[in-house]
C-alpha cells in the first residue's frame, strides 16, 4: 500500500485559496488518489478523487501531474468551517478502503 | 440516503467487560468496512465485507475482536475482555463496490472509553 506524506498543519485566512500537497513517491499503477475531511467528532467525508490530471467539482480541485508521485488539493475560498483535518488517501481503486490513511493535515481558517 | 449510521456514538465500560458496537451501512452497498481512530492519527483499516463475508482482518484486530454481517445488511464489532489501550474512536463505513474507484461513506463512529 502506497505510503503518503502531507504537511502536519497549515493556517489560512477567509477567502483566500489553500493549497494542500500530498507525496505518495511509490503510487502503483491502479491505485486512485481521494481526499477525505474530518470534523471533530465525526467520520471522514469524501471530498474529491483522481487518477491523473485535473479533477475538479463543486468543493475542491485535484491536480495530480504526470509522473503521480504527488497531488494537491485546492480549497478555493475557504470559510471558517473548513476548518478541519484533510486526508489524503492513496490506494488501489477496487479496493481503496483498506487504504492507509496517514494523519492527514490540520487546517485552520482564521477570520 | 440515509447515510451510514452507528451505535451508540458513545460507549463507557470498565477494563475486562465486553462491549458491542453496531453499524448500518448505505442499504445499497455491498462492502462494509471497520477502522480504529486515535486521538491525533488517521482511521486505521481493522476488517471489511463484501456482502456477508468477511474478506481481510488486519493484524491490528487481535483475537478478541470479533466482526459480523449475518445477512450482508448491518454489521456488529465486538470487543471481549476490553483493555484500556482499546480506547478509541470506531468507525465504520460502507461503499459500493466498483470497478475502477472506489468512494467511501462513513458514519459518525462510536467513541469508547475504557476505565
Known amino acids: 500500500l502506497a505510503k503518503t506524506t502531507q504537511p502536519i498543519s497549515m493556517d489560512s485566512y477567509e477567502g483566500q485559496e489553500v493549497n494542500i500537497t500530498c507525496s505518495h513517491n511509490n503510487i502503483a499503477t491502479n491505485d486512485y488518489i481521494t481526499w477525505y475531511q474530518q470534523f471533530p467528532s465525526q467520520g471522514p467525508r469524501f471530498i474529491i478523487q483522481?487518477?491523473?490530471t485535473k479533477v475538479t467539482n463543486e468543493v475542491a480541485s485535484l491536480f495530480i501531474p504526470a509522473d503521480r508521485k504527488s497531488s494537491t488539493l485546492s480549497l478555493p475560498r475557504v470559510s471558517l468551517s473548513d476548518t478541519a483535518v484533510y486526508y489524503c488517501l492513496v490506494g488501489e481503486g477496487t479496493n481503496a478502503g483498506k487504504s492507509t490513511f496517514g494523519d492527514g493535515t490540520t487546517l485552520t481558517v482564521k477570520p | 440516503d440515509t447515510g451510514v449510521s452507528q451505535d451508540p456514538r458513545h460507549k463507557i465500560t470498565k477494563r475486562g467487560q465486553n462491549v458491542t458496537f453496531r453499524c448500518d451501512p448505505i442499504s445499497e452497498h455491498n462492502r462494509l468496512y471497520w477502522y480504529r481512530q486515535t486521538l491525533g492519527q488517521g482511521p486505521e483499516f481493522l476488517t471489511y465485507f463484501q456482502n456477508e463475508a468477511q474478506l481481510e482482518k488486519s493484524r491490528l484486530l487481535s483475537d478478541r475482536f470479533s466482526a459480523e454481517r449475518p445477512k450482508g445488511s448491518f454489521s456488529t464489532l465486538e470487543i471481549q475482555r476490553t483493555e484500556q489501550g482499546d480506547s478509541a474512536m470506531y468507525l465504520c463505513?460502507?461503499?459500493?463496490?466498483?470497478?475502477?474507484?472506489?468512494?467511501?461513506?462513513f458514519g459518525s463512529g462510536t467513541q469508547l472509553s475504557v476505565l
Open positions: 483522481g487518477y491523473k
Open positions: 463505513a460502507s461503499s459500493r463496490q466498483a470497478t475502477t474507484n472506489e468512494k467511501l461513506f
